[in-house]
């Protein structure tokens, strides 16, 4: 364990080195931008707008962290070439994989609860108030974005950045449709083409399930049987994400 942190806070302050405070920076000028000069045009559906922006953005921007930072997690230790350090140490390539992962999740959880601040004070300046159930769609985007850095740390053990995030990018957004996707399949008759929609529907992360924005924006009761079946779902989706990643890096030669 002690190693698996140690490469886990190396990886968060990598993180924290990255720029990272920018997607931070970011948020607030959406939120002031939201407050200041969307709500003004509204006709009493300025919490609304507010809410929807807001979580929306830390959905966003925290994807993106992910996706930008995530892909470059292994790659840069291969072209440093301190990957030969750490494999030559009496340290397994899982608890490395493990370590990275770890940290990427420190750092993601931290800017969302950062963005998350922004955004209960951006409700109280214009509401007055902040309703609790708002945090649960933050904690839900969290369980989407722990997905795709399962996914991006994948990505990034085969390829390069650019092509590991052009490919997580795209299966985040067949994620967000895989909804779709199973509804067009539903619509075909038996055979090949319904096959492998079906097929790519339970391969794809599926984004929607995870999604809890729309309740929390127009103030719809949750679905608690929902939000568990969300948690076995992500975790049992990121470990096999993990473990395919391991099987795949325990194969590579760096010499």
Request: charge should be positive; charged fraction near 15%; glycine fraction near 6%.
């Amino acid at each position: 364990m002690n190693k698996i942190w140690a490469i886990a806070q190396n990886t968060f302050i990598e993180g924290l080195r990255s720029k990272t405070l920018y997607a931070l920076l970011a948020y607030l000028f959406l939120i002031l931008f939201s407050v200041t000069a969307l709500v003004p045009l509204t006709l009493g559906e300025h919490s609304r707008i507010l809410r929807d922006f807001g979580l929306a953005g830390i959905e966003f921007l925290s994807i993106m962290l992910a996706i930008v930072v995530g892909t470059t997690l292994v790659y840069k230790e291969v072209e440093k070439r301190t990957i030969h350090v750490i494999v030559s140490k009496p340290v397994e390539r899982f608890y490395f994989l493990l370590g990275k992962y770890l940290g990427m999740e420190l750092l993601l959880g931290l800017m969302i609860i950062l963005m998350t601040l922004i955004f209960a004070a951006g409700v109280l300046i214009l509401d007055g108030k902040f309703p609790l159930g708002l945090l649960l769609p933050a904690g839900m985007a969290f369980l989407k974005v722990s997905v795709i850095n399962s996914i991006a740390l994948f990505f990034s053990s085969l390829s390069s950045p650019i092509l590991g995030a052009v490919f997580t990018f795209c299966l985040y957004l067949a994620g967000t449709l895989s909804r779709d996707i199973l509804s067009q399949a539903q619509l075909l008759p038996p055979g090949l083409i319904k096959t492998i929609l079906k097929l790519f529907y339970y391969l794809l992360p599926n984004m929607g399930n995870l999604d809890l924005k729309n309740q929390a924006v127009f103030d719809q009761p949750v679905l608690w049987p929902q939000v568990w079946w969300s948690l076995s779902y992500s975790g049992a989706y990121i470990l096999t994400v993990l473990m395919i990643t391991s099987l795949i890096f325990e194969k590579k030669d760096f010499k």
